[in-house]
């Protein structure tokens, strides 16, 4: 049986919106404020975490942002993004160009946690995310905590969530970003 997990990158004020600033909000673009030493140290841990994780699971607008940024690139982390099974959840694409991508609908998911054995990796995709804690499926939490606030944008965990969670582990990444693992109570 597979597990899911969560990992996200996110302020110290919960937002996972507009890291890179594209999307023009006013605290947006807080990934791009780390120093380079930040920046290889996350890529490595994102990479590490591809490599063990079985599949990823992604809604469709972070599938349309990541499927044309990596379809091209090349590099272990890249190759094992492009080679390895991509669920999408999406009622609305069926015709997905990134290698080994399959459209999944939302109640399919409870089915890929049992079909599969490992981690099912999900990156990025905030509403998944919410719709996923919300059927309780999520099994653990790996959060990548940024030095900003963002003062507004999408949280995580939006109001009204109520949730307990145990740490796992904690630890620095890099000079200033902090990887936080947590488990569903």
């Known amino acids: 049986m597979a597990r899911i ?7 110290l004020d919960g937002v996972v919106q507009d890291p890179t600033g594209e999307e023009g909000l006013p605290g947006g673009g807080w990934f791009n404020r780390i120093t380079p030493g930040d920046r290889e140290a996350w890529a490595g841990q994102e990479s590490a975490e591809a490599m063990d994780a ?8 972070s599938y349309e942002y990541f499927a044309p940024r ?8 890249a ?21 080994n991508s399959t459209p999944v609908p939302a109640e399919a998911v409870g089915g890929l946690k049992r079909d599969l054995d490992g981690d099912i990796v ?3 995709s905030a509403q998944l995310a919410h719709a996923l804690l919300e ?15 963002a003062g507004a944008g999408t949280r995580l965990f939006p109001e009204g969530t109520a949730r307990s969670l145990r740490l796992r582990t904690s630890r620095t ?7 936080l693992t947590y488990e569903l109570a």
């Open 5 to 11: 997990v969560i990992s996200q990158n996110i302020t």
């Open 54 to 61: 079985v599949a990823l699971l992604i809604g469709r607008r």
């Open 70 to 77: 990596w379809q091209s690139r090349t590099g272990a982390w």
């Open 79 to 99: 190759d094992r993004l492009n080679s390895m099974p991509k669920y999408v959840v999406t009622a609305t694409l069926d015709d997905l160009k990134w290698a």
């Open 122 to 124: 999900v990156n990025g």
């Open 135 to 149: 059927r309780d499926l999520v099994d653990e939490l790996r959060l990548i905590v940024f030095p900003a606030l």
């Open 173 to 179: 990444l890099g000079d200033s970003l902090t990887v």
